[in-house]
Nanobody, 123 residues
């Protein structure tokens, strides 16, 4: 079992930045590829991106490519989502997820899911 806890969300103006963190416990984070998803009210869940177990490979959705960066620190059991140049359409609850399919950053599969952190971008 892996427990995931996101933090770092909040209210930011358009053009600003936020860094989300995801703390994992229960098993070594290096066992998993890590993903970020988001969901806005009334919209379907969107896959934001992922990182392989080693951090060597990342994948990003077109909607965030060039603005968001996923990184991880396996020694600290932490995963991060750096979000720059934020837009109002980035407003959503953001979730981190762990996947045992640890070599594929682009896969939308996951085994564990966090409780989410809210990001609100004002125009």
């Amino acid at each position: 079992q892996v427990q995931l806890v996101e933090s770092g969300g909040g209210l930011v103006q358009a053009g600003g930045s936020l860094r989300l963190s995801c703390a994992a416990s229960g098993r070594p984070l290096s066992t998993y590829a890590m993903k970020w998803f988001r969901q806005a009210p009334g919209k379907e869940r969107e896959f934001v991106g992922g990182v392989t177990w080693s951090g060597a490979s990342t994948y990003y959705a077109d909607s965030v490519k060039g603005r968001f960066t996923i990184s991880r620190d396996n020694a600290k059991n932490m995963v991060y989502l750096q979000m720059n140049s934020l837009k109002p359409e980035d407003t959503a609850a953001y979730y981190c997820a762990a996947s045992s399919d640890r070599y594929r950053a682009f896969s939308r599969s996951y085994d564990y899911w966090g409780q989410g952190t809210q990001v609100t971008v004002s125009s």
